[in-house]
């Protein structure tokens, strides 16, 4: 078992450019999230899926959009990139909404 | 909000010491957890702790729930360079949506 995989590991964007970060998690866990990591600000919840079909927003959701794909799978996309969107990003996945969490790698993402 | 206040920020330990960290907050929580994050990795679960006053170990590490719910510390004994790291309490109560919230870390160094 993979666990929860991330792509890309790594990402430099200039100001208004979009990109999709995905996740895929391979434990047929129902619940899935996307975190942002700053220094000095722990982790901070962007969107959640509690369940396949279903998102909602988080801590900070202002700047990003989700998608729940399958099961398996659950993407966070940056429309239009911003300088205060640099961060690492983490996706977890849970088997029940806000259970015990598993952590991807992260995507560092710069924007420029 | 609720929020987790984590202390200390960080350490720096000989090897071989004993490490204590803790988690405070003025809400009240029925689960707490406790993270590790390598450099370059997401976090990952630790120990969990579902009861007040519950005491669990893993290998070197120990962790308690606090009898006031509000709480819960880790030590890690004879510290070894491996433990280097961020250390993260995450909280969870369990009254409608289950949120969990973390902690900002404590980021431990280990001296050789």
């Known amino acids: 078992n993979a666990g929860v995989t991330q792509t890309p590991k790594f990402q430099v964007l200039k100001t208004g450019q979009s990109m999709t970060l995905q996740c895929a998690q391979d434990m047929n866990h129902n619940s899935m999230y996307w975190y942002r990591q700053d220094p000095g600000m722990g982790l901070r919840l962007i969107y959640y899926?509690?369940?396949?079909?279903?998102?909602d927003k988080g801590e900070v959701p202002n700047g990003y959009n989700v998608s729940r794909l399958n099961k398996r799978e659950f993407s966070l996309r940056l429309e239009s990139a911003a300088p205060s969107q640099t961060s690492v990003y983490f996706c977890?996945?849970?088997?029940?909404?806000?259970?015990?969490?598993?952590f991807g790698p992260g995507t560092r993402l710069t924007v420029l | 909000g609720q929020q987790l206040n984590q202390s200390p920020q960080s350490m720096f330990i000989q090897e071989g010491e004993d490490v204590s960290m803790n988690c405070t907050s003025s809400s009240i929580f029925n689960t707490w957890l406790w993270y590790k994050q390598d450099p370059g990795e997401g976090p990952v679960l630790l120990i969990a702790?579902?009861?007040?006053?519950e005491l669990t170990s893993n290998g070197r590490l120990t962790a308690q729930f606090g009898i006031t719910r509000k709480d819960s510390f880790l030590n890690i004994s004879a510290s070894i360079p491996s433990d280097v790291g961020i250390y993260f309490c995450a909280a969870r109560y369990s009254g409608g949506y289950q949120k969990v919230t973390f902690g900002t870390g404590t980021k431990l160094q280990v001296i050789p």
């Open positions: 899926s509690a369940s396949e079909g279903t998102t």
């Open positions: 702790l579902y009861k007040a006053g």
């Open positions: 977890a996945s849970s088997e029940v909404r806000d259970n015990e969490q598993f």
